[in-house]
């Protein structure tokens, strides 16, 4: 059956989008179009079943995406898809158009905590307004679905009220196993902390150079940071590495595909979020975690909200204040110096994570979903090979994100 996959604000080679959800979908037998913004890089998995289709919109800020959204419509029209994935509540109001015109299957991917989101960016005075207005409309959209997946624990207790039928799966934002090896945890030299992923204030940046320099008195460490810094954030993070001596203390590889991050990173001995306090970072799961434990590092994550209920359920790992250089630098000297306590988070992560964590386990849900919603093709074997290979003419310059 024919699947596009829509989203307005993320590039054709989003990791959930693409390396997940896509990939998926064309191993189950389906034609999968990818609909969303053009990438910054050239590199994205290649197979017979799968397409890209990139849209540009010329405008700005708001402008840009309403005009995304109506692009979106545009080449969601020439798919005439069986189902559309939407990631986001806008996308969600272009799979019900399509739903109206060509009787597609909508399934709304709550990849935020949108409510949150609106609250945090309409402040003191309007935010709880917004996150109310907000929420009414995710209740709106999530019973107009015919199916909703979710990714943290929070956000599933709040579509499971929203729709009282069962149509609600948490897929956990995890990683395909075989691109994230376990690492060997033996300290050889310095100790290196891991950090993937956009960097920027609201995701600890200022916080963890700070730790950085406190650790550097007494530790031998380098931080390794496989991700961007956010442009908007990146002469103040060239400024405080400056401020504080650290250039000789951090690896920031150039860019890479998405299934080769594992190998990288599985070099670490721990891994850290640092996000700071917001309704969104205590709603939704970072997918770093995911990379972390599969890696079997260790993890120093915030205290309050989805995640530190993650790390104590599954013991992968301790919380504190991220909003505090010294609880974070005194986190990473403790963990540091005993490599039997790193040993032991570090396999309980693991552990967790070929248990029951890893995407393998999510593609069992996707495959009930498909079934629910009569998506099975009576052709199910996949002609072709799943390939990661450049597709446009050049890099960009952007490392991974």
């Given at each position: 059956m024919r699947i596009a996959t829509l989203s307005s604000g993320h590039p054709v080679d989003d990791e959930r989008t693409t390396y997940k959800y896509a990939l998926s979908l064309v191993s189950f037998g389906h034609d999968v179009?990818?609909?969303?913004?053009?990438?910054?890089?050239?590199?994205?998995?290649?197979?017979?079943?799968?397409?890209?289709?990139?849209?540009?919109?010329?405008?700005?800020?708001?402008?840009?995406?309403?005009?995304?959204?109506?692009?979106?419509?545009?080449?969601?029209?020439?798919?005439?898809?069986?189902?559309?994935?939407?990631?986001?509540?806008?996308?969600?109001?272009?799979?019900?158009?399509?739903?109206?015109?060509?009787?597609?299957?909508?399934?709304?991917?709550?990849v935020e905590c949108y409510d949150g989101l609106a609250e945090a960016r309409l402040g003191r005075h309007l935010g709880r307004l917004g996150a109310f207005v907000m929420g009414l409309l995710l209740r709106l959209l999530a019973r107009q679905s015919d199916w909703v997946n979710v990714v943290s624990p929070v956000t599933w207790q709040q579509y499971s009220r929203y729709r009282r039928d069962g149509r609600v799966s948490l897929i956990h934002n995890s990683s395909r196993i075989e691109w994230f090896p376990k690492s060997d945890g033996r300290v050889n030299g310095a100790l290196v902390v891991l950090h993937e992923g956009t960097l920027d204030r609201s995701r600890?940046?200022?916080?963890?150079?700070?730790?950085?320099?406190?650790?550097?008195?007494?530790?031998?460490?380098?931080?390794?940071?496989?991700?961007?810094?956010?442009?908007?954030?990146?002469?103040?993070?060239?400024?405080?590495?400056?401020?504080?001596?650290?250039?000789?203390?951090?690896?920031?590889?150039?860019?890479?595909?998405?299934?080769?991050?594992?190998?990288?990173?599985?070099?670490?001995?721990?891994?850290?979020?640092?996000l700071q306090d917001s309704p969104n970072a205590r709603g939704s799961l970072n997918n770093k975690l995911y990379n972390y434990i599969a890696c079997g590092l260790p993890?120093?994550?915030?205290?309050?909200?989805?995640?530190?209920?993650?790390?104590?359920?599954?013991?992968?790992?301790?919380?504190?204040?991220?909003?505090?250089?010294?609880?974070?630098?005194?986190?990473?000297?403790?963990?540091?110096?005993?490599?039997?306590?790193?040993?032991?988070?570090?396999s309980n992560g693991?552990?967790?994570?070929?248990?029951?964590?890893?995407?393998?386990?999510?593609?069992?849900?996707?495959?009930?979903?498909?079934?629910a919603l009569g998506l099975q093709d009576e052709d199910t074997e996949v002609s072709g090979t799943i390939d990661v290979r450049p597709v446009g003419a050049q890099v960009r310059g952007l490392p991974y994100h």
């Open positions: 179009t990818v609909i969303g913004r053009s990438p910054d890089n050239p590199f994205r998995p290649s197979h017979p079943r799968l397409v890209f289709d990139e849209i540009e919109p010329r405008s700005h800020g708001l402008l840009s995406r309403l005009e995304a959204l109506r692009l979106l419509y545009q080449r969601g029209k020439k798919v005439r898809p069986d189902a559309a994935v939407c990631f986001g509540p806008d996308a969600v109001l272009i799979g019900l158009l399509l739903r109206h015109r060509f009787g597609s299957r909508v399934v709304f991917d709550v600890g940046m200022l916080e963890m150079l700070e730790a950085l320099a406190i650790v550097r008195q007494s530790t031998a460490v380098r931080m390794l940071l496989v991700g961007r810094i956010r442009q908007e954030d990146k002469a103040l993070f060239e400024e405080s590495v400056r401020r504080l001596d650290l250039a000789g203390n951090l690896d920031m590889p150039a860019w890479m595909p998405y299934e080769r991050i594992g190998s990288v990173e599985s070099t670490a001995h721990i891994g850290i979020i640092a993890v120093i994550a915030p205290k309050g909200g989805a995640t530190e209920r993650m790390v104590e359920e599954y013991r992968c790992g301790c919380c504190v204040d991220t909003s505090s250089p010294h609880e974070l630098a005194a986190e990473i000297i403790r963990l540091g110096s005993d490599g039997n306590l790193r040993a032991e988070l570090g693991r552990n967790a994570f070929e248990r029951e964590l890893s995407w393998h386990r999510m593609e069992e849900k996707l495959r009930v979903m498909c079934a």
